[in-house]
């Protein structure tokens, strides 16, 4: 199929478009899981969606904008998974239960299990892409973690012997590092427990550094206020995914 004869699908139905776009985003996927990101071309994400090199610039003027699109889908169903298990329990509305999930739902993502395991360089990549490319998006994900802190501390939820900034500190370099351990260990022959133990264990690492037990009242005030927060981070990534995958820009 040849970029001038793709050019001419502008004038197709919408839906028609969207499909296109999610092919393109699962074959990148695909490449990235296979190569990485910075082996695949978009020659290659062509080829395996079986479209022309200019389809894939119509939905994705860079490189970058479509395999920041593939992340964004990816972290888009981990936030939606999230929220269906704090909605079953309001336990899992804890920040070491957030922990323990995210650790468990990124085997279900191949896309981000394998940043999570491929070179730092690319984790590195895309951290500075983000805020370059999607700087509303950045900006907003951080404001909800924020909140969702403050929601956390007026609930009583987290110890008063560190302060707020120190425990988000404390929170996010545990688990981005039980991320990243798995395979740096196990590559210099550390023995390594089964995923469930590790998840388990980033928990109740985190559980025993701030947390502190709380009634269910309280429990359930920060289950409703999570809820509202990361159901506006999913519809704001929504809103992005789909911004990403239109075919005619302003820019």
Do not use: C
């Amino acid at each position: 199929m040849s970029p001038s004869a793709d050019h001419n699908a502008q004038d197709r139905p919408a839906s028609e478009r969207e499909l296109r776009a999610d092919r393109i985003l699962d074959a990148a996927e695909e490449l990235i899981v296979a190569w990485g990101q910075r082996k695949t071309t978009i020659d290659d994400v062509a080829r395996r969606a079986g479209v022309g090199k200019g389809t894939v610039y119509l939905h994705f003027p860079t490189k970058e904008r479509l395999f920041l699109t593939v992340v964004m889908r990816a972290q888009h169903d981990i936030v939606s998974r999230l929220l269906e298990l704090m909605r079953e329990d309001p336990e899992a509305a804890r920040p070491s239960e957030i922990a323990r999930h995210i650790y468990l739902l990124q085997f279900d993502s191949p896309v981000v299990h394998a940043l999570y395991n491929n070179s730092s360089e690319e984790l590195r990549s895309f951290s500075r892409t983000l805020p370059e490319l999607v700087k509303d998006l950045a900006e907003a994900r951080q404001k909800v973690l924020r909140d969702y802190w403050d929601l956390l501390e007026k609930h009583g939820v987290l110890s008063p012997l560190l302060p707020s900034e120190q425990q988000f500190y404390a929170y996010s370099s545990t688990v981005i590092g039980h991320l990243l351990a798995e395979p740096l260990l196990a590559q210099q022959g550390y023995p390594v427990p089964d995923r469930t133990t590790r998840a388990d264990l980033a928990a109740r690492s985190i559980r025993l550094l701030m947390e502190q037990d709380v009634t269910a009242t309280a429990m359930e005030a920060v289950q409703a206020g999570a809820i509202t927060l990361f159901s506006g981070l999913d519809r704001l990534l929504t809103g992005e995914i789909e911004e990403q995958k239109r075919v005619k820009r302003s820019t």
